[in-house]
């Protein structure tokens, strides 16, 4: 409208509060990524291994199915920290590998389509920017790790009483914190990447390697230098042995805790590092 006829007004409605403004984000990354048939398909087959396992909990305890098959009972895996500790090792390796397939597509196209000064030059704080993006990860990862954990404890301590989950409280703890923290590091390091790598399939494959090629490298250094360190850049045995620390189960590492915590924590500090210097308003092209 023309200047001069001074009919024009500041916007005077609702204004979103500035706490969930991140979810912004979040919602329109889900929109585009659910557009996708394989992801679906990928979500529907992480969850294989938890129905199972919920299944095999309901049928352990169930007389007349072990008494059909004549199945005496305590042939049958226990439900302990081993059989929550496997439940780790599986549902953490599909979660790395849905992270090589959605993480790098959040951060990339904003910066390769110069879209982030339109994201940072409204009331949108780069803490936010990242925030919004690393929910995308943090809510998908969680439903296929220790959300589906944490119901197979509640199971079995309904069908067993609620005694032993009571004994067993630390499993459940173990399961919170160790796949909490798996999912953490999982976002963290596909954010970094995607803003570093600007190919998605460059950097999908990234994620990848970052797991395979540390346990590979780890290995060759174990054996060319006869020592135990080399362990350290394979982020699955040192997530492994945080889980098995977590919950009270003996997997026969040779890692210490200590040593595992400090990578781990480690690598959430580099990535965010690397995340400090590429989620800008501007880039210097030199």
């Known amino acids: 409208m023309a200047v001069y006829k001074r009919i024009y007004k500041g916007y005077a409605g609702p204004i979103t509060p500035v706490a969930p403004r991140f979810w912004i984000l979040t919602r329109y990354s889900y929109a585009r990524l659910f557009q996708s048939r394989f992801l679906v398909i990928f979500l529907a087959v992480c969850m294989f291994y938890p129905v199972g396992c919920a299944a095999f909990i309901y049928l352990s305890h169930n007389a007349k199915f072990l008494t059909m098959l004549r199945i005496p009972a305590g042939q049958l895996m226990q439900i302990n920290s081993r059989f929550f500790y496997y439940f780790c090792i599986v549902q953490g390796a599909l979660a790395y590998l849905l992270t090589a397939f959605v993480g790098p597509s959040l951060v990339s196209p904003d910066l390769v389509n110069g879209a982030m000064p339109l994201y940072l030059c409204r009331p949108f704080s780069r ?22 954990g944490l119901l197979l404890f509640v199971i079995e301590s309904g069908v067993t009483g609620w005694d032993w989950g009571w004994e067993n409280r630390s499993i459940a703890f173990g399961l919170f914190a160790g796949l909490g923290v798996w ?18 399939i460059a950097a999908g494959a990234l994620v990848l390697g970052v797991f395979f090629a540390g346990a590979g490298f780890g290995a060759a250094i174990d054996n060319v230098l006869r020592t135990n360190y080399g362990a350290l850049i394979d982020l699955t045995q040192v997530a492994h042995t945080v889980w098995a620390d977590l919950l009270r189960y003996d997997s026969g590492t040779d890692m210490s805790v200590r040593d595992a915590w400090m990578v781990l924590g480690a690598t959430c500090v580099i990535c965010t590092v690397l995340l400090a210097r590429r989620v800008r308003a501007f880039e210097v092209v030199k």
Do not use: D, E, F, R
């Open 127 to 148: 803490t936010q920017y990242v925030a919004g993006k690393m929910s995308v990860l943090l809510v998908l990862l969680s439903l296929i790790t220790w959300v589906p």
């Open 183 to 200: 999912v953490v590091v999982l976002a963290l390091i596909a954010l970094a990447l995607s803003a570093w790598v600007k190919w998605k």
